[in-house]
């Protein structure tokens, strides 16, 4: 990637992870322990909620600081930090996908992924409506409901979710990161937004009515 | 970068989840609170949009974590032991290879020189050669004034061990 000096100066200057990043380039442990620190439960979190496994997020996270690690020597500062780390991160977690994927092929001829999205989006439906046997809304079965929802995006409309939420990334930056456009981003997260809440919308609607707050929007 | 929309979504929508990013210009934002303050649609869909994302805050977050942290350093720490001394273990190799490759283009380097040099200049010892049966003879041909007297002493064979083998050629 060609990056020129004015770009280099600017993020530089305005991004101190850029700047610990240019200290680990120059061989510093404590700049590189620093990152790590800074970093791994975010990664962390991004990664557990894209490939919906706590083990799988860990190992693929210390795959994404090894990859910082042993490309430290041509780090060049050619955009924000967290927006470089986490295109490495979406690089590891596609790999680990793919392969996943291929494996799951050969052990389950009938399974595929649209399906399985699909069956995830009708437990969330039948959540929301009340269909569950012993429904109980608790917090845990909210948070349940809402991974649902989350797990039946596809996994670019998935990323972008997160990388929005937690990361309160620009679309230009969550754009850079999966090599799309911000319009291209901007449309992922209309239609993510929207299923979301045709998932979620009616497990609001009949969660709360009980506790007579009115939160339907009758 | 592709360009082209990942998926379509309706307009509207687009606009309003845009706005409620923060990501729309001052104008377009303006258009689109015009638009909220007529379309009581509009207002029901913004609500639930919002509403609806701010439930993935129950979404579990790993909080930074000094153990896990430890565990990624001396991951990195080994992979980076293994680096060295894969460096070293192949250092030497790579020393004879470097000096091997620095022999060879020096010897190359020469021999171009020198075919070079023979080739544009082929100098002053081609011309010796070729003047070496005169010179070795220079006293006798001093001594005669005729060259016509010369050629028929050579005729004769009379310079029969000079080293010029085409001049005895054409005796023959």
Known sequence: ?218 | MSDEPAEAAPVPEEQLVAYLDGELAPEESRRVEEMLASDAEAQEALRWLDGTWEMLDRLDRQEADEETARSTLEMIAAAAEEEVARVRSAAPGRRARRWGLAAGALVAASLAGFLAVSWLAPGANRQLLEDLPVLENLDAYLEVDDIEFLRELNRQQVFADSTDPDAANEEN
Not at chain 1, 29 to 46: D, H, M, N, P, S
Not at chain 1, 63 to 88: C, D, H, M, Q
Request: net charge positive; with cysteine; charged share 30%.
């Open chain 1, 1 to 218: 990637m060609v990056v020129s000096d004015s770009t280099a100066r600017r993020y530089t200057l305005g991004d101190p992870d850029v700047r610990l990043m240019l200290e680990v380039r120059d061989d510093s442990a404590t700049a590189f322990e620093e990152l790590v620190l800074r970093y791994q439960g975010r990664l962390i979190t991004v990664l557990e909620h894209l490939v919906g496994n706590r083990d799988l997020a860990e190992d693929l996270t210390q795959e994404v600081f090894l990859r910082v690690y042993r490309n430290r020597k041509t780090y060049l500062p050619g955009a924000k930090f967290s927006t470089w780390l986490f295109t490495i991160a979406n690089n590891a977690a596609s790999n680990a996908l793919r392969s996943r994927s291929r494996r799951r092929e050969v052990r389950l001829q009938t399974h595929d992924s649209a399906r399985s999205g699909a069956r995830a989006m009708e437990a969330v439906l039948a959540a929301s409506s009340g269909q569950m046997p012993a429904r109980q809304l608790d917090k845990a079965e909210m948070r349940d409901v809402v991974r649902m929802a989350v797990g039946a995006l596809n996994e670019r409309q998935r990323l972008a979710v997160l990388l929005s939420k937690f990361e309160e990334l620009s679309y230009a930056d969550i754009g850079e990161i999966m090599d799309l456009s911000p319009q291209a981003i901007k449309s992922l997260l209309a239609r993510a937004r929207c299923r979301l809440r045709e998932a979620l919308q009616p497990y609001l609607e009949h969660g709360e009515r009980p506790a007579g707050e009115g939160n339907g929007g009758d």
